[in-house]
């Protein structure tokens, strides 16, 4: 009788245990659960309010506005640049047509008219007041004293040179010769200077002509914003380093803008300047509460995967495999917070360019261009919860280490035609001048377009390189449209219809999922010891009962604790 009362004891001590584990393990399934959950499954699960997909729509709209406003305002700063580069083209380059040749805009190919065209800068410079139509004047220093016109010639120390004899002598070194001039009297110059322009053309290298403009941009002030004020600083370069006839002329122009110092608007630009102020202010706190919300949810999931791998350990004495690690570690999460922290920097930027304490537009587009690339990708996420959509991200995870490996085995054929290309057909084909050029022309020609002008435009003058062209043009389009672009295809249509198929037919378990719907069919662990081999079998939780025969009968699973719990039952029937 004592025999048995122990027996009973033991086997209550063991129930306790083995109920604390299915507990243990009821409540860490539970949560993972609820993890893996769409917030409207969460919803209705818990009742939780998904904040933190109400926080992304709203970041959303507001990144999207916040992106539109500020293309507005940068496509007029971009408009003003553009527009007076024209203006200062058409006002000093003589005889310019309005479109630039090639990289310059104007050639000349006598000596007098280089001497006109220098003039010509100079004259129109002199009279800048009675000919430009636009809000440009002459730049001062900090003493309101106008900033002088500077030209300087850089031609060879020394040298003389004669064609016809085959015979020159020249010395290397290079000297630069500058005058300045006030820019009222910049006229005068040609004759007060005249031994100055008597230039040796065999030994200049380049005349630049240098000075300083300055304009307010107020097409601004139409879309109620405060006007910028700008500095042009002009740099017109005769180009004759060639030495070949042909002096090429080049305007430059380095444009910067900032706050002007003494202004009046009368209307609603500075009220409407603070309201976009307070904008930007919401859209950075916004995007610091989504940032901080997917925080939290990345340092839970590392949690919740801890507990998953400590519970695997100890009950299945194996390690969480690697794609399962994986699921914890949600990508999308940190796409977000990328994503806010650059919204966060480009808003920054654009309060300061509104406060004009800034002029960075292109660095702010880019911020805010990019955070907002991001956003909108994140919506995919969203999308994923439902089956039917979210073949596109599958199928981009399945087909990714496939198509990376591929094309780095492309690229190294794609270099080699892109060196090739350039070395070969660099001197007689536009297309061909710069390696940017060529990989630009050989992506072009690999999407099957512009092929027939690639074809045409290559001058023919050489028999042999016209000959080697259409080998390799003829080589490159065959290799990569018939057979790269085709297999590249291919290895996206196969992973798309191996996620269709996984779709019907139901993808693979993996040991969480088999742990989320409760089965137990864990493989078993194997470990070696010093002196023998020996199996531990998993440790699994008892399972509800289960008809065996039409008798009931409990299942205690396997592993040590199933087997003591079974041997206690035998024993305790032979008792009875």
């Not at 065209?117 to 900090?142: A, C, K």
């Not at 073949?391 to 054929?413: E, Q, Y």
Request: hydrophobic share 40%; aromatic share 14%; with cysteine.
């Amino acid at each position: 009788m004592e025999l048995l009362v122990r027996y009973l004891e033991r086997s209550n001590s063991i129930s306790t245990a083995l109920t604390q584990d299915v507990i243990k393990e009821d409540n860490l399934r539970d949560d993972l659960r609820y993890y893996f959950m769409s917030p409207c499954e969460k919803y209705r699960a818990r009742r939780h309010l998904p904040w933190k997909l109400a926080v992304q729509i709203l970041k959303i709209v507001m990144i999207t506005t916040q992106l539109i406003l500020f293309g507005l305002s940068n496509q007029l700063v971009v408009a003003y640049k553009e527009e007076n580069m024209m203006v200062l083209k058409n006002l000093f380059l003589k005889d310019y047509s309005g479109v630039d040749e090639d990289d310059y805009s104007v050639a000349v190919y006598t000596q007098q008219s280089v001497y006109d065209s220098l003039f010509y800068v100079m004259d129109q410079y002199s009279q800048l007041g009675r000919l430009s139509v636009g809000s440009l004047s002459y730049g001062e220093d900090g003493d309101g004293n106008l900033l002088p016109l500077i030209v300087c010639k850089e031609y060879y120390r020394r040298g003389s040179e004669d064609p016809s004899g085959e015979a020159h002598d020249i010395d290397a070194q290079l000297e630069t010769d500058c005058m300045s001039h006030d820019p009222k009297t910049a006229s005068q110059w040609k004759t007060q200077n005249s031994s100055y322009f008597d230039l040796d053309f065999y030994r200049l290298v380049d005349i630049k002509v240098t000075f300083h403009l300055k304009g307010i941009n107020l097409q601004t002030v139409r879309y109620r914003e405060l006007p910028d004020c700008y500095s042009f600083y002009i740099t017109i370069i005769f180009d004759n380093q060639c030495h070949s006839g042909k002096v090429k002329l080049f305007l430059d122009i380095d444009v910067q803008s900032s706050a002007c110092q003494n202004w009046k608007i009368s209307g609603t630009a500075e009220k409407n300047t603070h309201y976009l102020l307070l904008f930007d202010g919401f859209v950075i706190i916004v995007c610091l509460t989504s940032a901080v919300l997917c925080t939290r949810s990345i340092v839970l999931a590392v949690r919740l995967l801890q507990r998953f791998s400590r519970f695997f350990r100890e009950n299945y004495n194996r390690k969480v495999c690697e794609d399962d690690q994986n699921e914890f570690l949600n990508g999308w999460y940190v796409l977000v917070i990328v994503s806010d922290l650059l919204a966060i920097i480009g808003s920054i930027l654009k309060v300061e360019i509104q406060a004009k304490s800034l002029t960075s537009y292109d660095v702010c587009s880019i911020f805010l261009g990019t955070s907002t690339l991001m956003v909108w990708v994140g919506v995919i996420r969203y999308l994923g919860y439902f089956q039917k959509y979210n073949v596109l991200i599958l199928t981009m995870k399945a087909a990714f280490p496939k198509v990376l490996r591929f094309c780095c085995c492309a690229g190294m054929i794609y270099l080699g035609y892109t060196f090739c290309g350039w070395i070969v057909l660099g001197p007689y084909h536009e297309k061909f001048e710069g390696l940017s050029r060529v990989a630009e022309c050989l992506f072009s020609l690999l999407n099957g377009d512009d092929m027939f002008t690639t074809f045409a435009q290559l001058k023919d003058k050489n028999t042999l390189v016209w000959l080697f062209s259409r080998a390799y043009l003829y080589s490159f389009i065959s290799l990569f449209i018939y057979m790269v672009l085709s297999l590249f295809i291919a290895l996206i249509t196969d992973a798309y219809e191996t996620i269709k198929r996984f779709q019907k037919d139901g993808f693979p378990p993996t040991d969480l999922q088999k742990f989320l719907r409760e089965q137990k069919d864990f493989p078993v662990a194997e470990e070696a010891s010093q002196t023998d081999m020996r199996i531990r079998s998993s440790l699994l939780c008892c399972c509800p009962k289960r008809q065996t025969g039409g008798s009931s009968t409990l299942w205690f699973g396997s592993g040590s604790r199933g087997r003591t719990a079974m041997e206690l039952v035998n024993k305790i029937s032979v008792l009875r």
